[in-house]
């Protein structure tokens, strides 16, 4: 992905695959586009309010008429235990979705995916890297690479 229009286009990409129900990883270092994608899945998802990284606040709500997408970051966790101490566990159910940055601050005790997105600085550009955790992953993957491709 060459820039910030790639890196949204694949967002875009995403919106018509993800499910209620599903959790996301968004892997990569600071600035390697993270809340870039999340930007573009929630416009593709037709939001068209303001979409912030979530580093302050751990996670930022996003409600849609069938579910709400949860956006979490994780980075300023110390512990795992943080996590279940927050409360987040209930946000991962059937009715959301959930797109989580720096998701080995959460350990195990972190639901796994069911895609993993890693992006990573490439010169002057991003690379990204799917991978499906789960079979409602692998069949959302597809989706993503058929309409990148198409």
Known sequence: MPDEAATLALGTAMA??????MTIWLVGDLGAGKT?????????LGFGGRVKS??????????????NLYHFD????????????????EYFNPESICLVEWPEKG?????????E???????????ARLRSGTEEGGRCMDEILAYWSG
């Open 16 to 21: 018509r695959a993800v499910r209620p129900g």
């Open 36 to 44: 870039t994608l999340t930007r573009g899945l929630l416009r593709g």
């Open 54 to 67: 979530p580093t302050y606040t751990l996670v930022e709500i996003y409600p849609f008429s069938s579910f």
């Open 74 to 89: 994780l980075y300023r966790f110390v512990d795992p235990e943080e996590w279940q101490d927050a409360g987040f566990r």
């Open 107 to 115: 350990g195990a005790i972190l639901p796994p995916p069911d895609l």
């Open 117 to 127: 997105i890693r992006l990573d600085m490439a010169g002057e550009g991003r690379l």
